[in-house]
């Protein structure tokens, strides 16, 4: 339900930072414009947290469960104590790495809009917007590869049962971790 809900307002941010650029004083454009600066909010917090926001929905739709996930389905994935300490492992070991990656993305971003404000040469714009680029798909591999290591734990059996519940696999959509 996540996902569906920050690709509607991705969308409609787009097309209402456009429709804000056309639009006449007074018109619902502002509401758009607000959508979008929530969105951004809601994926700061999200990226300060280390969370997905929707990063690894790719493997998540494919059948590559989250550790998150897995951890919320326990009971049903009728995981082992070996399984749910392997998994929370791997969760912790992601959550860091994804803490410490978001900070040096939301750094970039920063800096970005910094050199922007100062009307740096545009050599130095795209050196830090291609930059601030790198380090958001680092952030995403760090939660896309959890998702390939967290569906090595799980049996046949398990991910099977993981694809027939509301939040597992192909047709889905989510939020991930």
């Not at 509401?31 to 917090?45: G, I, M, V, Y």
């Not at 959890?146 to 959509?173: N, V």
Request: with cysteine.
């Amino acid at each position: 339900m996540k996902a569906k809900v920050w690709m509607c307002v991705a969308v409609l941010a787009a097309g209402g930072v456009r429709a804000q650029e056309h639009a006449p004083p007074g018109s619902g454009a502002s509401a758009t414009q607000a959508a979008h600066h929530e969105f951004l909010k809601q994926e700061r917090a999200a990226i300060e947290r280390g969370e997905g926001f929707g990063m690894a929905l790719a493997a998540d739709r494919s059948g590559y469960p989250g550790p998150k996930h897995i951890l919320e389905l326990r009971e049903q994935l009728k995981l082992t104590a070996e399984q749910q300490a392997a998994v929370e492992k791997l969760f912790a070991a992601m959550k860091e790495k994804a803490i410490a990656r978001g900070k040096e993305v939301l750094a970039a971003e920063e800096r970005l809009e910094k050199l922007f404000a100062e009307a740096r040469p545009e050599v130095e714009l795209r050196e830090e917007s291609y930059r601030a680029a790198s380090l958001r798909a680092e952030l995403r591999w760090v939660h896309l590869a959890a998702h390939l290591e967290a569906k090595k734990l799980l049996t046949a059996e398990q991910l099977m049962t993981y694809r027939h519940l509301p939040w597992g696999g192909a047709g889905h959509s989510h939020s991930t971790q």
